[in-house]
């Protein structure tokens, strides 16, 4: 048997690799938007997992898939195909641009398949001359170490050696520095249809559909990162949606799965080709059990009721948000789209996203940063009206704490 271990916070700092600085509590159990840690203390959850939980914490119809599932098949290896990832395959194509789709097991590993198909594409289609990635600064795409070189902050790709080449990053939201760059040469260019870890930065209307055109006149291929935006986040099914621009390759991750994890690259029959037998592969993508709680999650999401769900959501965070600042002006102003929305705080305020984030923690809420001066919320897309109230009710508690 197992040697008695006190499991407690304390013990992160023994025996994890110390990349992470988790908060104190330790969270056992949760239910839709509120969450319990091993004191049985409660917290309201704006988090959502980082935009992942998109349906809250144990929703039955996630619940269901995973334990029928459990007790049919759970893997093979893509030596077969399964009957969910096909199921889940044909409900993307259905709710988006694409013809086909790639199963992987998050979103770095879905932007790793976009970016290998983007340069075997140029490579077979127009030689290995086109190889050039353009991406944004603060963009950010994973920690692989292809994805993490084209997302837009040195500071996490620097330090482990040599670097995959050929990648430019220009700033986000700035045509004309990418007219000026762009060339016969770029092979593809890789953006979020709305920066989510760089700050919640929404694309100007000009600037996203300028840089389908520019991809369009350089034979370059356009990439959306959706892995924070998609599966209902922003109102739509995927962002691009509401943008009225298609890319031609699209990751998406995150909420896929509403917790399992699962990512998936989707693109074109015409792409698609290129990637032959052989040339990419995963050994779990498009796992059984992931593929059925996914699809679980799509067919719940894609729900009418439930997208515009998100849009009233939001209204009432936005609503919450201006009633506390109104008390305690600390934000400057609420950017973003749906339920992924960031809360910049005021020039006084600037780098104390942080504790901002503590302080709610400490009154029972869940929020996130995006970056040093962002208070960041991603909640759950069916998140309750009550919970909402009483999570701004924290929130306003936390704030007047560090105000004065
Ligand atoms: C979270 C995120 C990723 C990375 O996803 P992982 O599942 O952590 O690999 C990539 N791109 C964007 C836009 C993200 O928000």
């Known amino acids: 048997m197992a040697k008695e271990h006190n499991v407690d916070r304390q013990l992160f700092d023994e025996v994890m690799v110390p990349c992470y600085a988790p908060m104190q509590m330790i969270p056992v159990k949760g239910k839709g938007s509120r969450v319990w840690d091993q004191d049985d203390r409660e917290y309201v959850d704006f988090a959502g997992g980082i935009a992942v939980s998109c349906l809250g914490h144990c929703h039955p119809v996630m619940v269901n898939a995973l334990k029928e599932q459990a007790d049919k ?5 893509n030596v077969m ?14 709710h988006s641009f694409a013809e086909k789709v790639f199963f992987a097991n998050s979103g770095a590993e879905a932007n790793e398949a976009a970016l290998k198909l983007a340069r075997r594409y140029a490579a077979d289609k127009f030689g290995p001359e086109k190889s050039e990635i353009i ?18 902050q040195a500071a996490y790709s620097d330090g482990f050696g040599p670097k995959p080449g050929d990648v430019t990053h220009l700033p ?11 060339s016969d040469r770029t092979c593809a ?34 990439v959306f990162d959706e892995v924070q935006t998609g599966n209902g986040r922003t109102g739509d099914f995927y962002a691009y949606q509401g943008l009225g621009v298609t890319p031609d390759i699209l ?23 290129h990637m032959k037998v052989g040339t990419h592969g995963s050994t779990y993508g498009g796992n059984p059990l992931a593929c059925a709680v996914a699809e679980a999650v799509v067919s719940e999401v894609t729900k009418p009721e439930v997208m515009a769900g998100v849009k009233q959501r939001e209204q ?34 600037q780098g104390r996203a942080r504790d901002v984030l503590l302080a709610a923690g400490e009154e029972g809420l869940m929020i996130l940063v995006a970056g040093a001066n962002v208070v ?29």
């Not at 098949?73 to 290896?77: A, K, R």
């Open 316 to 349: 009432w965070f936005r609503d919450g948000l201006a009633v506390i600042n109104a008390k305690y002006p600390i934000f400057a102003e609420v950017r973003g789209k749906g339920l992924l929305l960031g809360a910049a705080l005021t020039e006084e305020w």
């Open 73 to 77: 098949l759970w893997h093979l290896s």
């Open 376 to 404: 960041r919320f991603t909640p759950s897309l069916v998140i309750d009206k009550a919970d909402i109230d009483e999570g701004m009710a924290r929130l306003e508690r936390a704030i007047a704490k560090i105000y004065k």
């Open 251 to 273: 990751s998406t991750a995150k909420s896929l799965g509403g917790g399992f994890p699962i990512g998936a690259m989707l693109t074109t029959t015409e792409l698609a080709q």
């Open 189 to 222: 260019v890789m953006m979020e249809p709305l920066q989510g870890e760089g700050g919640i930065v929404s694309p100007t209307p000009e600037f996203i559909q300028g840089v389908r055109e520019l991809c369009d006149k350089h034979n370059a291929l356009l």
């Open 172 to 182: 986000y939201n700035d045509l004309e520095a990418l007219a000026s760059h762009i």
């Open 81 to 94: 195909t399964n009957e969910p990832a096909l199921r889940l395959a044909k409900l993307l194509t259905e």
């Open 135 to 152: 991406s944004f600064k603060q963009g950010f795409h994973g920690r692989t170490f292809f994805t993490v070189t084209v997302g837009g």
